[in-house]
């Protein structure tokens, strides 16, 4: 009878029964979803960070290098007024000259005084400074052929780089003739070979007459609009008693009906342009004028360039970008057309400067290599001149005044509060407003640095010392949070033993706990050196976002930091800054990244376990 009980009860138990397992499964099948929300949300921000450093990577790769110029500058003694012997006269000679002279007698064939300064406009604006820079590095080179080279503009180097129009090349080998036409050239073709080009400008004027559309819909409202207020007023004017509220009205009318006059004759004009648009991309071979906005259309025969200005299905009206050279051609069987995908006045690289930039190309007079200009030169209004050197100095001397002032500050604060300061509720008060002051945001400081700092004390603005002061303060609760807490991590036996064989107080903490909390003691201050590396909202307040062109070499001279640098190139529109943004952004974040794994490696070197 007893087993036969028990065997019932155990049967019924409340953990075996299928409301039980029931209620198990779904425990499980709750727990298995949050990991896979957990894995989801990991899986998600690692997602987003790749993206970010996807987009930074792939647009900074292009900045580090970069494509110079080396033309066959004239440095002799008769062109620069010194054989090298006088440095200061070697510093004053002109080397504009030089730089214009070589760019201009690659194309000897550029006469107007409009395409001259747009020829010059292919080399950067510093190249005078850094040939000139170069000759002062190596007087020895006066007079002899060695090749010295300058930066390309900033345009240039993103053209060959592929970052300003794609291009497409139909080769022909139907004949073509070519003759003057009242100083154009007149392209004559067999067979309509010039049809993809006529066709390009059709879907040209298909955009532009959807914009006119656009432009008479908006007319048409506003029509619309003023005709009710026409309404609305002369249904006032009447109903007016007073004379100078009539009077206002009936100008009001007045104006509205001019304005509908004009609306008028707007609508009128945009109808018209809408059915010759309309007529013209409706004869597929009737002949185009190729505007600025339409895809540019250069014929390559020969070593000669032309641009057709207009074109008809098997004929072309062209202006000469780079004439015949020795071999003047009336015929050919073996020429180019080059379809430029972005219309040339959406793009600040011109057609003549894209085949100028080839010939040197073809010249063999392009080297694209490292970009030493961007790691060895501070800030600068031209993108192919600036550099990150003088932020990283600068940043390097800021980090070691805040090194220097927060380290001795923040461990002694922290052994202070830790192994000396009595449990009170002063302590307590300042434990407090130590974690409070980790979380104020450091903007904060950066005003607290303007009041005191600068305003009252009257120190230098922009000065790596002032911004190291700063960030030591928003430092140091960091320091001592960390400290503090390597210290407590410290075993009580380690203290009890130094106390029991006679050390003192002092002694135990300098010579035994100190020494085995200093691992930690250095990652928690490697991480507040990161974070005060990465900081620009404190700096901008005491004006270390100046444009600072020297490199500086002391704690006293103007400078400004990685962070302030790239948020000064970002706001710039040009898209060789926006490149040079991201790169700088790599550099600062493999400091970034070098700063922590050094924390690590600290942690793994010293680092003891009981």
Do not use: C
């Amino acid at each position: 009878m007893t087993n036969s009980v028990d065997t019932k009860v155990r049967k019924t138990s409340i953990h075996t029964t299928d409301e039980a397992r029931l209620r198990l499964k779904k425990r499980y099948q709750s727990e298995t979803g949050f990991k896979w929300i957990g894995r989801a949300a990991i899986g998600v921000s690692v997602g987003f960070l790749l993206l970010l450093l996807t987009s930074v990577v792939g647009q900074g790769l292009p900045a580090f290098t970069f494509n110079f110029v080396n033309l066959p500058f004239e440095i002799t003694a008769e062109k620069l007024g010194t054989d090298g012997s006088d440095p200061v006269a070697l510093k004053k000679a002109d080397y504009d000259s030089v730089v214009r002279d070589a760019i201009r007698g690659q194309f000897p064939f550029v006469k107007s005084r409009k395409d001259k300064k747009l020829l010059g406009g292919l080399l950067s604006s510093g190249s005078s400074v850094y040939l000139r820079q170069q000759v002062l590095n190596k007087p020895s080179v006066i007079g002899t052929d060695a090749k010295l080279e300058v930066p390309i503009s900033d345009f240039g180097d993103l053209y060959l780089k592929g970052q300003i129009s794609s291009s497409s090349f139909v080769e022909n080998t139907s004949r073509l003739a070519i003759a003057d036409n009242d100083g154009d050239v007149l392209l004559t073709a067999e067979g309509d070979v010039f049809l993809d080009a006529l066709a390009s400008a059709k879907v040209a004027l298909g955009v532009q007459v959807e914009r006119v559309r656009r432009d008479l819909t908006g007319a048409g409202l506003s029509i619309e609009k003023t005709n009710n207020d026409i309404i609305s007023l002369n249904e006032k004017i009447p109903a007016a008693t007073d004379e100078e509220i009539k009077g206002r009205l009936e100008n009001n009318l007045l104006k509205a009906e001019k304005n509908l006059k004009v609306l008028n004759a707007r609508v009128k004009q945009f109808a018209a342009k809408i059915a010759d648009f309309d007529s013209r991309i409706a004869d597929t071979r009737m002949g185009e004028e190729l505007t600025d906005v339409m895809p540019s259309q250069l014929v390559y025969v020969g070593d000669a360039v032309f641009k057709l200005i207009s074109v008809t299905p098997n004929s072309a009206t062209a202006e000469t970008i780079k004439p015949f050279g020795e071999d003047v051609l009336t015929t050919s069987n073996d020429w180019t057309i080059r379809t430029l995908d972005i219309v040339e006045s959406s793009r600040k690289f011109s057609d003549k400067e894209i085949v100028w930039t080839d010939a040197l190309v073809e010249r063999e007079y392009v080297r694209n290599g490292f970009n030493t200009i961007f790691f060895s030169r501070g800030a600068s209004r031209e993108p192919e001149m600036a550099g990150v050197l003088g932020a990283v100095i600068g940043s390097a001397l800021t980090l070691i005044i805040t090194l220097a002032l927060s380290f001795p500050l923040g461990v002694a604060a922290a052994i202070y509060l830790e192994e000396f300061a009595p449990k009170n509720r002063w302590t307590t008060i300042i434990e407090v407003n130590i974690n409070n002051l980790a979380a104020v945001p450091s903007i904060v400081f950066g005003l607290l640095g303007l009041a005191v700092f600068l305003n009252f004390f009257e120190l230098d603005r922009s000065a790596p010392y002032v911004g190291g002061m700063v960030l030591a303060l928003m430092t140091l609760p960091t320091i001592i949070i960390a400290s503090r807490a390597a210290l407590r991590a410290v075993p009580p036996s380690i203290r009890e033993a130094a106390l029991g064989i006679g050390a003192s107080r002092l002694q135990t903490v300098v010579h035994h706990v100190l020494p085995l909390a200093m691992p930690g003691i250095l990652t928690g201050t490697i991480i507040g050196m990161a974070q005060a590396l990465g900081e620009t909202a404190p700096l901008l307040m005491i004006g270390m976002v100046a444009f600072v062109v020297d490199i500086p070499t002391a704690f006293s001279d103007p400078a400004t930091v990685l962070p302030v640098q790239i948020f000064m190139w970002a706001d710039f529109p040009e898209p060789a800054f926006q490149q040079r943004t991201s790169a700088a952004i790599m550099v600062l974040l493999g400091f970034l990244i070098a700063m922590n794994a050094f924390a690590v490696v600290l942690r793994k070197r010293f680092e003891r376990r009981w």
